[in-house]
C-alpha cells in the first residue's frame, strides 16, 4: 500500500483546496520542491503533484516547479496532472521527470486521446476519476457529467492505462474519512491497480485503506491531514506495518 503525498502547485506555490474550489485555498509553503524533499524524508515512495494553474487553462503551467520537484525526488516516481489536453503536454511533463501523467477532463470528454497516449507513452498514463454519487465530474469538478465512474474505469482499462486514481469529492479536503465503498466496488470492477485520493485523515483510516488492498486498491494520496499535521507519514508508516503482522 503506497501512501502518497500530494502536492498542488498554484502560482507557484504549494496549497490545499477544499474539495476542489479555486476560492478556497490554503497555501502551506513556497517552494513545491523543498516540501517535496520534505515527505521524501519522511519516508514517501511516490509524490503525486498536481498543476492547478494547469488545470485552470488547459495546459502545464508548473513546468519548472514540477522540473524541480522531479530532481529532488530521483529515483522516486511522481505522477503529475492537471492541464494534460494533447500528446505535448505528455511529453513535455516526462521530459520533465515525471514518472507518470494523469488524465482527468481530457480522458472524459475525449476517450479516445487516452488509447493514442497509451499507444505513443505505454507504462506513463494514469486516468483520474473524479466521481460524486457514482458520477464523474470534470473540468476541476465544475461539471458533473453523466458518465458511470465504473464504466469508465473498465473503458480505459481496456484502452491500457496504468492505474486509476479514484476521488470521491464529496470526501476530498474534508477531513471526513475515506469512501470505502465507493473505493471498493470501482477496485473490484477492474484489474488494474486503483489509487484512492481523498479523506485520509486519521490512523484508522489507515486500517481502511488495509481493507482495500486485497480488493485491488495499491495506494492512497493523502493531502490536507499531512499538512495541517492531522497525520504523520512516518506514523502512517508504521501503522501499515502493524496491520500486516
Excluded at 7 to 23: A, F, P, S, T
Excluded at 132 to 151: E, F, M, R, Y
Excluded at 182 to 191: C, D
Aim: proline share 3%; with cysteine.
Amino acid at each position: 500500500m503506497l501512501l502518497i503525498p500530494a502536492i498542488d502547485i498554484k502560482g507557484g506555490e504549494c496549497v490545499r483546496l477544499r474539495q476542489g474550489r479555486m476560492d478556497d485555498v490554503t497555501v502551506f509553503g513556497a517552494d513545491p520542491a523543498e516540501m517535496a524533499q520534505r515527505w521524501i524524508d519522511a519516508g514517501a515512495e511516490r509524490l503525486h503533484v498536481v498543476d492547478l494553474d494547469g488545470a485552470t487553462k488547459g495546459e502545464p503551467v508548473n513546468l519548472e516547479a514540477i522540473s524541480r520537484i522531479c530532481e529532488v525526488a530521483g529515483e522516486i516516481p511522481v505522477q503529475v496532472g492537471g492541464g494534460i489536453r494533447e500528446e505535448d503536454d505528455v511529453e513535455a511533463l516526462l521530459d520533465a521527470g515525471a514518472g507518470y501523467v494523469i488524465v482527468g477532463t481530457r480522458a472524459v470528454t475525449a476517450p479516445h486521446f487516452v488509447g493514442d497516449l497509451c499507444c505513443e507513452f505505454p507504462g506513463h498514463v494514469i486516468v483520474g476519476l473524479d466521481a460524486k454519487d457514482g458520477k464523474v465530474a470534470t473540468d476541476g469538478w465544475s461539471k458533473l457529467s453523466q458518465h458511470d465512474a465504473i464504466d469508465l474505469a473498465q473503458h480505459f482499462e481496456a484502452d491500457g492505462v496504468e492505474a486509476i486514481v479514484f476521488t470521491d469529492i464529496s470526501k476530498d479536503g474534508m477531513m471526513q474519512g475515506v469512501s470505502v465503498e465507493a473505493t471498493r466496488a470501482l477496485a473490484q470492477s477492474v484489474a488494474i491497480p486503483v489509487i484512492l485520493s481523498g479523506g485520509v485523515s486519521r490512523l484508522e483510516d489507515i486500517d481502511a485503506l488495509l481493507g482495500l488492498e486485497e480488493d485491488g486498491v495499491q495506494g492512497a494520496i493523502i493531502g490536507r491531514a499531512l499538512y495541517e499535521g492531522a497525520l504523520d507519514l512516518s506514523a502512517c508508516r508504521d501503522r501499515l506495518l502493524q496491520g500486516r503482522s
